[in-house]
């Protein structure tokens, strides 16, 4: 008893999963639970994300898993050499995930997945000091994935399949830090655009030195979303020739870094199980966010970027305490992609510790409810955006930024 | 089972305990955290003076003006330091800026820089709405921002400055009407009412600025020490500047109050006094060669007449030289018209190099010949006679001397009017400093700061404020009133001052968050 309670204090310490960038590590509460640890660990559905090639291994025909959290997470700025303060008021998301696996024959198991690994939602208030930064944004993508998993021996496996993505953006900023119109009403822009697709792949191996060890790795491909004929619309324009921002259609394209996995889980016993993980992301990719307009009387938007590749690294136990009750714990160090100067309010990410704890119910032999949470604390962090430009010059945006991210989330799990 | 609950109490407080917002190490939203108002007390602030301190720009007074007005920006940054009152401002009723009486428009509304369809910018008087503001639509106060437009130094104790019966008389202000507690209340009685516990006077400028910008037509009073027969456009006698204005510090200070004086801005660093150069008369070669002729022609002729009215030659030659000016390509200085007087017979000059042309000067006049010659056909057959070596009649040369087309003196400051003026501004900046040091207030240097705007500028996160007409950021589009961003200017010179007089630590404003001027194409 004394072990549990300090097992859950411990996972509450280490709290919250996001990871860097606009990348949501939420895709499994008993995943998640164990610090969002899963690349070499053969539980229940959850594999068709953290690794297809594990869903072979699973000793049942049919398993079902699905889930959602709700993402309560704010930021608040400042700037003492001015003396403003700003809060973000951001929606609650709602990332989820479902998973399907099937074992057609000993050696091959088929899946489907839906997941939302990406996703951003920051609602800063309308015409705050960043506001020609931005004001809100809401981007959301939707993965759907067809999976085969094949057994090779009972040591080694391999996984994966093809990825589609549906993706959404909306972005509102003000076009400058002054422009208004004749009630001082400031000049802003709202593009959007929906329904936005592409595709990509990801694919796994695991392999099992011993019974109790299991080594796993795992890659999902970039995919580049190209938004095509968004919708531009601006908002509170002089009446002037000299500020010609008509409403037009924009051309912008938005990468999903590629992510390699690798980790190795261990059985210390019937009721202990641990496991790491270490993940790459490859936001290199994402250099700059450009925004083409149309019309060609509005000049085009060129926002600097220069993320860098960024690591996370993941920890997880796992506490059968009876055949009623298992208890999950974890900790990861989630790096930030954002380089020093880079930092825009858009997405504030700094350097991340998550810490994590859940349970799971079986409420019967095939049905199992997954809860989880996660808390993810940040430093306090003095950074700046120093890449906004105005009439030619670069004007910083810099200030003292804290976030705070909590995550409960609910999945069920089910297998015949 | 019961070891089940048990599981689940643990996890259901375990969410309790984490919170949901983030906190700051040392966040500025609890005040006097960061910030300190050293040994000021702003729980009361009032700000006192004219259209400047009002948030008066591009020639009208308007809602989005107010609220960059310096004093509220002020209020703002003064509350991160300490818990104060609302700071309340007495709003006009939209952002069209003109005023009504009873109906009737009695100013016109705010500037704004529209675009003709050549792409020429200028002013223009915005119509893109009807003004709204009635100034017999009296508000209820008290109002911390007691700025009112168009006022003197000796009009803030005057009883009755707001009584709607005295306004079309001029004994009374229309922007004072609007919130004045009774008709019979004076702007310092209504101040003094709200016992402020901390003030800001900026008053003084109208005392000098009339005159000047109605090119010195006014009188200077100095030495007329009953301000009651000034009339809008003269220069406030020093001495009687120098007693209103200790009188109203000592009121304002009486209890206590801490507070801060700014002193008056020198009128030729403006850009309403900067902007049409002196020697805008820009002249190609040929051009420049027929005015100097022309110039050439009327010095001979009155040296001629001289001499036939039997003025000895050399004397006759002497005093005609000064007409004979020379024009070269390029720039050249305007000729003003300057009262006729013995050694200026003819009454006109080219100006000096110090002299300033005002900005409301009519441009298209200056593109015909107004500021050099009006040559008509008539003043062009009497030059065609001299070029024959004809002599002309007296008739004839008086055509000649017509062709003059000087600027009128209420286009110019002349050198003398300037001088008129930099003395009474040095003056009243002297009862000012040495006022705010005798009763240990915060001074600010307004003078220094608009000079150093105008020369060269200031420079900011997003470029340099300067005193340019429109581009330059720092003067609103009447030339003389400032913008949200040059009031923003103002604001930090002011809370630099008070956090050296006062031990506090106010933080400034970003410059560069405030705007310049409006672009609007609904004008008339």
């Given amino acids: 008893m004394k072990k549990l309670l300090f097992l859950t204090l411990f996972g509450l310490a280490a709290a919250m999963t996001y990871a860097g960038g606009y990348r949501v590590g939420l895709q499994g509460q008993r995943r998640l639970a164990m610090g969002h640890t899963g690349v070499a660990v053969v539980d229940n559905a959850e594999l068709a994300f953290f690794n297809p090639a594990g869903l072979v291994y699973l000793e049942d025909r049919i398993n079902v898993s699905f889930g959602a959290s709700a993402v309560f997470s704010d930021v608040v700025w400042q700037n003492d050499e001015f003396g403003q303060m700003a809060r973000t008021d951001s929606p609650v998301g709602t990332p989820f995930y479902a998973y399907v696996s099937y074992k057609a024959s000993d050696w091959l198991t088929l899946g489907l997945a839906a997941y939302t690994p990406y996703g951003s939602s920051v609602e800063w208030p309308t015409d705050w000091s960043g506001s020609h930064l931005v004001n809100n944004i809401d981007l959301q993508a939707i993965y759907i994935q067809a999976l085969a998993s094949v057994k090779i021996s009972d040591k080694l496996s391999v996984g994966g399949g093809p990825i589609y993505v549906n993706g959404a ?50 890659y999902r491909s970039e995919i580049i979303v190209e938004a095509e004929e968004g919708d531009a619309d601006f908002s509170n324009i002089p009446a002037s020739p000299l500020t010609p921002f008509n409403d037009t259609r924009f051309d912008a394209s938005l990468p999903l870094p590629a992510e390699l996995s690798v980790g190795a889980s261990y059985e210390i016993s019937d009721k202990w199980l641990v496991a790491f993980d270490y993940n790459r992301a490859f936001w290199d990719v994402y250099q700059s966010l450009d925004i083409d307009f149309q019309d060609p009387a509005v000049p ?29 714990a974890g900790y990861y160090f989630d790096e930030s992609p954002v380089q020093s100067g880079y930092f825009a309010p858009e997405t504030p990410r700094n350097d991340a510790h998550g810490f994590t704890a859940g349970l799971s119910v079986n409420i019967t032999e095939k049905l199992a409810i997954d809860a989880s949470f996660l808390y993810n604390r940040f430093e306090e962090i003095n950074e700046s955006y120093e890449y906004y430009m105005e009439n030619g010059q670069n004007v910083p945006f810099e200030g003292d930024y804290k976030t705070v991210a909590f995550v409960p989330g609910l999945g069920v799990t089910f297998k015949i | 089972m019961m070891k089940n609950y048990r599981f689940l109490a643990i996890g259901l407080l375990a969410l309790g305990i984490v919170s949901c917002e983030p906190d700051l190490d040392n966040p500025i939203d609890e005040a006097g955290g960061v910030y300190s108002n050293g040994g000021a007390d702003f729980t009361n602030y009032v700000a006192l003076g004219n259209s400047l301190t009002a948030g008066y720009a591009d020639n009208a007074l308007y809602i989005t003006g107010q609220t960059n007005s310096y004093p509220n920006i002020l209020a703002g940054q003064f509350a991160l330091t300490q818990e104060t009152n609302e700071f309340t401002i007495p709003y006009m009723n939209d952002n069209a800026g003109g005023l009504l009486a009873g109906g009737q428009q009695i100013t016109s509304n705010r500037l704004v820089l529209a675009t003709d369809s050549q ?110 027969s000034y009339g809008s456009n003269d220069i406030t006698d020093p001495q009687v500047f120098a007693q209103v204005y200790s009188q109203m510090v000592q009121a304002l200070t009486a209890n206590g109050a801490g507070g801060v004086l700014i002193n008056i801005p020198d009128v030729t660093s403006i850009a309403f006094f900067n902007t049409v150069p002196n020697n805008a008369l820009v002249l190609d070669a040929q051009t420049a060669g027929n005015l100097t002729a022309y110039f050439s022609a009327v010095s001979q002729v009155f040296a001629g007449g001289l001499i036939a009215q039997g003025v000895p030659q050399e004397q006759a030659v002497a005093l005609a030289s000064q007409y004979a000016i020379t024009f070269n390509e390029g720039p050249n200085r305007f000729i003003i018209d300057v009262p006729v007087s013995q050694t200026n017979p003819l009454g006109f000059r080219q100006m000096t190099e110090d002299e300033l042309i005002q900005l409301q000067v009519d441009q298209s006049a200056l593109a015909s010949g107004y500021g050099s010659v009006n040559l008509t056909t008539e003043v062009q057959q009497v030059l065609g006679l001299l070029m024959a070596g004809g002599t002309p009649t007296q008739e004839q040369a008086n055509i000649l001397f017509g062709g003059v087309n000087g600027l009128d003196d209420a286009d110019v400051l002349d050198s003398t009017e300037i001088s008129e003026i930099q003395t009474a501004t040095t003056s009243f900046n002297q009862t000012i400093s040495a006022v705010a040091s005798a009763n240990g207030l915060a001074m600010v240097d307004a003078n220094a700061l608009l000079n150093s705007v105008a020369d060269g500028g200031l420079s900011f996160d997003g470029g340099t404020v300067t005193a340019t007409y429109a581009t330059g950021g720092a003067f609103s589009l009447d030339g003389v009133h400032l913008t949200p961003r040059g009031y923003a200017i103002v604001a930090n010179e002011i809370i630099d001052q008070i956090n050296a007089t006062y031990s506090a630590t106010v933080p400034k404003v970003n410059v560069g968050q405030y705007g310049t001027i409006t672009l609007s194409n609904e004008v008339q």
């Fill in chain 1, 169 to 218: 953006v909306n972005f509102n900023r003000n076009l400058n830090r002054t422009l208004s119109d004749i009630d001082g009403n400031r000049a802003n822009v709202t593009v959007d655009a929906s329904g936005v697709h592409a595709w990509g792949w990801s694919l796994g191996a695991m392999f099992n030195p011993t019974d109790k060890l299991r080594i796993g790795a795992n």
């Fill in chain 1, 300 to 328: 085009d938007s060129e926002n600097p970027r220069n993320y860098k590749d960024a690591n996370t690294y993941r920890f997880g136990a796992q506490y059968i305490a009876n055949e009623m009750f298992t208890l999950r």
């Fill in chain 2, 119 to 228: 792409g020429n910018n200028s002013p223009s008087v915005y119509a893109g709405m009807a003004p709204t503001t009635d100034i017999t639509n009296v508000l209820e106060g008290p109002f911390n921002n007691m700025g009112v437009p168009g006022a003197k130094s000796y009009h803030l104790g005057v009883e009755g400055y707001g009584n709607l019966a005295g306004v079309q008389s001029g004994m009374a202000n229309p922007y004072f009407v609007r919130f004045a507690s009774s008709p019979q209340t004076s702007v310092m009685a209504d101040a003094l009412a709200q016992d402020p516990t901390f003030f800001s006077l900026w008053i003084g400028n109208n005392d000098v600025l009339g005159y000047a910008t109605s090119g010195g037509v006014g009188v200077n009073q100095a030495g007329n020490l009953n301000p009651a």
